[in-house]
């Protein structure tokens, strides 16, 4: 289980075949190993950052809470993925400032903070993988500020509902709201006015896209 693991691994991070013998089997032993289940805290915002993590199945998404509770969903991390946050907290040796929380189980290998380190000044691969991402990642952010600054929230609803590939998601109002940085009360009215034009349609703790061509209108008004 291990090895397969490990190839695993190398297979989504070839970068990490660069390391010395001896941090390959640090990072590679067994304690270095997190399997979670899905809604487990992998880090909060103010904790110091304890390593790298780097997944192998499942994600993780970043969230950003304002003090009156509510809550933004940042970002998702997978297999093959950075999380900007880690890294962020790695390079300027500062805390979280944000959380992070498993969506679903995930299996995962933490990086210590000297492998880190040595990879960055070391690995010129790793360096640019570890850059190339943060660009990605920041983009997606300012993408993100430049939607909830000035684009509705029924145009945010809209987009969100039709990335899913599937036409139905298991999702509450509560956890869209929650992605969206909004309160349940208006993605409640917002679903319900798809429904009435017949674009969703909406079960307990379930919403069926029936026209995704209608619910595309939103996006374009």
Not at 8 to 23: D, N
Not at 27 to 48: C, I, M, N, Y
Not at 175 to 185: F, I, T, Y
């Amino acid at each position: 289980m291990q090895n397969l693991l490990r190839a695993r691994l190398l297979a989504l991070y070839p970068v990490l075949a660069e390391l010395p013998a001896a941090q390959q089997a640090v990072l590679f032993s067994p304690d270095k190993v997190l399997r979670l289940p899905a809604g487990t805290p992998v880090f909060s915002e103010h904790q110091p950052c304890a390593g790298f993590p780097l997944i192998v199945e499942g994600s993780i998404k970043v969230i950003k809470q304002a003090a009156n509770g509510r809550e933004l969903l940042l970002y998702r991390v997978g297999p093959g993925d950075s999380c900007i946050i880690s890294s962020s907290c790695l390079l300027g040796n500062t805390a979280y400032s944000a959380r992070g929380l498993t969506e679903t189980a995930i299996t995962l290998f933490v990086l210590p903070v000297a492998a880190f380190n040595h990879l960055l000044v070391n690995a010129a691969a790793f360096r640019t993988f570890v850059f190339h991402l943060f660009t990605e990642r920041i983009s997606e952010l300012m993408q993100l500020v430049e939607e909830v600054a000035f684009a509705r929230l029924d145009q945010r609803l809209a987009k969100r509902l039709l990335a899913h590939p599937q036409d139905v998601l298991c999702l509450t109002h509560q956890q869209l709201a929650d992605e969206l940085g909004s309160v349940r009360e208006i993605i409640s009215r917002l679903l319900k006015g798809f429904a009435a034009q017949g674009w969703v349609n909406l079960g307990r703790e379930q919403i069926t896209l029936s026209d995704r061509a209608g619910l595309q209108t939103v996006l374009t008004l």
